[in-house]
C-alpha cells in the first residue's frame, strides 16, 4: 500500500481533515499519518484514533500493519 493509498483512505472516512502519511520503514505497510479535522472537537485521544481506525477499515489488518497516529482538532485560537 502506498501513503497516498492511506492517505486517500483517511481522506474519504474523515472528509475535510488535513492528512500528512509518511511510510515509516519504507516497506508499504508501517506509517505514521497526522491529522487535523475539526469532527476530533469534544472527542478523547482514544475516541480520535478509533475514527481513523474506522477510516482505514479492514485494511488496518490486512495491507497495513501499523499506523502511528497523531490527530487533533484545528486550532481555533
Do not use: C
Not at 17 to 46: K, N, P, Q, Y
Amino acid at each position: 500500500m502506498t501513503t497516498d493509498q492511506v492517505k486517500e483512505l483517511i481522506e474519504a472516512g474523515l472528509p475535510g481533515a488535513a492528512v500528512e502519511v509518511t511510510d515509516e520503514r519504507s516497506t508499504g505497510d508501517h506509517f505514521s499519518a497526522v491529522i487535523e479535522w475539526a469532527g476530533f472537537e469534544g472527542l478523547s485521544l482514544l475516541e480520535q484514533h478509533q475514527a481513523v481506525y474506522t477510516a482505514v477499515g479492514e485494511h488496518l489488518t490486512k495491507e497495513i500493519h501499523a499506523l502511528q497516529l497523531k490527530t487533533f482538532p484545528p486550532n481555533t485560537d
